[in-house]
Nanobody, 128 residues
Framework: EVQLQASGGGLVKTGGSLRLSCAAS????????IGWFRQAPGKEREAVSC????????YYKDAVQGRFTISRDKAKNTVYLEMNNLKPEDTAVYYC?????????????????????WGQGTLVTVSS
């Protein structure tokens, strides 16, 4: 079973930056896409970003496009989410997710998929 450990959350002011890390179990990044979902209090869970396994293609929801950057270090089996120009509406628990979606399949609608593996989540709070 794939294991995911999210970390890096914390308290930041509006306009600030934060980097989240997702440490995956060995070999996960070789054939698993890895992404981030978030859930704010009282709101539905929503997709944030993901990166494919084979090509490293990245995907973002419109709400974070241009502000967040997802990247990976395959040697470390770690994926990062660099969050810049944070806004209060970014406040949420952020979850690292993984699944064996291929590059072509992700393109069809990655944000709507039911991802198989989930980490424990890390809380990001953006103060106004």
């Amino acid at each position: 079973e794939v294991q995911l450990q999210a970390s890096g959350g914390g308290l930041v002011k509006t306009g600030g930056s934060l980097r989240l890390s997702c440490a995956a179990s060995e070999f996960t990044s070789e054939d698993h896409a890895i992404g981030w979902f978030r859930q704010a209090p009282g709101k539905e869970r929503e997709a944030v970003s993901c990166i494919s396994a084979k090509t490293g293609t990245t995907y973002y929801k419109d709400a974070v496009q241009g502000r967040f950057t997802i990247s990976r270090d395959k040697a470390k089996n770690t994926v990062y989410l660099e969050m810049n120009n944070l806004k209060p509406e970014d406040t949420a628990v952020y979850y690292c997710v993984a699944d064996r979606w291929g590059d072509s399949y992700l393109r069809l609608g990655w944000a709507l998929f039911e991802w198989r593996f989930w980490g424990q989540g890390t809380l990001v709070t953006v103060s106004s």
